[in-house]
């Protein structure tokens, strides 16, 4: 990681930068609006930035990259994620998985030459590989280490116990895993209360999971923390639970005077595994309006905290 940086606990997801998930060409329109969400984003005191690969189809780290081209200060600011695993419209499939040694090295390669920098912060692997083998991630990771192609490694959308299969060969520090974790996506806190309880359905989030990244020292990514805007963007549509969670944090934020996306990811910071948002806008605007999170997590009370869970899931606890 730049050693220099103190990398922020919220994160700035670059996902919607570049223009559409197609093969059309990235314009100088893009170029600027990529500017413009760093500017934003460093200003705020966000130093971290999310990417992968085939967000975009590779434009988002594109027109990043054109920035630092244009102006190659900010580098020395911020610290640069991303991720690669994920295949998409490759070998007449829709989708796949391949995190094999040749395919970790040549797409990190490739999205250090995109975002033309010398090094990337931390690469992490995107989602889990059927095939995935210990000893050929181990491979890919001591190459990109050496080379000086990555600094830090991680997973994304990993269970305990497929971390703790890859650290049988994998030597460096698996440094966070990325997650979808929401008070829309509950089941990483779920999984503990609905233990031993009878008829409730087995949450699908692994349970343990955030547990072991909090014991192992690996850090706690949350990837649409916002759930697409559903609990700040109007009521329409919502079922009973998210309604009430939406009226809810619409109350708590006119309360504190911040704005109800601060309101959503503070529930998220609060909890014990400190968590690290990851913003998915890529407007200045929007993301000025997750900039009070932090205040908000420090200043929420238990019963706060249980109240949004509790409005958001629609029943009480067990």
């Known amino acids: 990681m730049t050693t220099s940086i103190t990398p922020s606990r ?4 670059c996902m ?31 130093t971290v930035f999310d990417h992968a690969d085939i967000y975009g189809r590779g434009k988002s780290e594109r027109v990043f990259g054109d920035v630092l081209a244009r102006r190659p200060d900010l580098r020395e600011r911020m610290v640069i994620q991303t991720k690669c695993g994920i295949r998409i419209g490759e070998d007449d499939l829709p989708n796949y998985y391949n995190l094999s040694a040749e395919a970790i090295v040549s797409r990190a390669e490739a999205s250090r030459e995109r975002l033309q920098v010398e090094t990337i912060d931390t690469l992490l692997l995107h989602r889990p590989d059927a095939l995935m083998d210990p000893a050929e991630v181990a491979a890919a990771f001591t190459h990109l280490e050496a080379s000086g192609t990555v600094r830090a490694f991680g997973v994304s959308n990993m269970s305990a116990a497929q971390i703790a299969y890859l650290k049988t060969r994998v030597k460096q520090p698996l440094v966070a895993n990325q997650l979808q974790l929401s008070l829309g996506h509950r089941d990483f806190i779920e999984q503990g209360v609905r233990l031993n309880t009878a008829g409730n359905s087995e949450p699908t989030y692994p349970h343990g999971t955030w547990e072991y990244c909090v014991t192992e020292g690996i850090a706690v990514q949350a990837w649409s923390p916002l759930d697409r805007g559903k609990f700040v963007n109007g009521h329409v549509g919502l079922d009973e639970g998210d309604a009430a969670a939406a009226s809810l944090i619409a109350t708590m934020a006119a309360e504190r005077g911040v704005t109800p996306e601060a ?56």
């Open 10 to 13: 919220i994160i700035v997801g």
């Open 16 to 46: 919607g930068l570049g223009g559409g998930w197609n093969d059309d060409p990235h314009g100088p329109e893009h170029v600027d609006e990529a500017e413009a969400l760093i500017d934003t984003a460093l200003e705020l005191g966000f």
């Open 263 to 318: 309101i959503q990811l503070g529930w998220l910071m609060r909890h014990p595994a400190a968590i690290q948002p990851v913003t998915g806008t890529k407007t200045p605007e929007r993301l000025r309006a997750v900039a009070g999170a932090e205040q908000v997590a420090a200043s929420m009370s238990y019963v706060e905290w249980y109240r949004l869970w509790i409005a958001a899931r629609g029943e009480a606890l067990p």
